[in-house]
């Protein structure tokens, strides 16, 4: 299984990015979905997180402003940042509970981060 995340880059205070993960491989079910980001000199926190049914979660500081949402058909999960604050830039990365085609088990895997830098 890979997890392709998409949609990075530099942006000015106030603005806005839709990241993208597309996951693909033998994938007979995915679970939970989400996003984590990290900071230099920080530890990776949890963004963001979608059930397969479209429960949501977000840490405090990000609520209001990011939305995870996706598309099933499409083993896609996307973030939707808006009003972005210079402490949001991090390397975000996204992650998807799996299950193989053939397996009963459900297995976490990581996409590769993206870099979001906010400033002016």
């Known amino acids: 299984v890979q997890l392709q995340a998409s949609g990075g880059g530099l942006v000015q205070p106030g603005g806005s990015l839709r990241l993208s993960c597309a996951a693909s491989?033998?994938?007979?079910?995915?679970?939970?979905m989400g996003w984590s980001r990290q900071a230099p000199g920080k530890q990776r926190e949890l963004v963001a997180a979608?059930?397969?049914?479209?429960?949501?979660n977000y840490v405090d500081s990000v609520k209001g402003r990011f939305t995870i949402s996706r598309d099933n058909a499409k083993n896609t999960v996307y973030l939707q940042m808006n009003n972005l604050k210079p402490e949001d830039t991090a390397v975000y990365y996204c992650?998807?509970?799996?299950?193989?085609?053939?397996?009963?088990?459900?297995?976490?895997?990581w996409g590769q981060g993206t870099l979001v830098t906010v400033s002016s």
């Open positions: 979608i059930t397969t049914g479209g429960s949501t």
């Open positions: 992650n998807a509970i799996v299950r193989l085609d053939n397996s009963p088990y459900y297995t976490n895997y």
């Open positions: 491989g033998s994938i007979f079910s995915i679970d939970f």
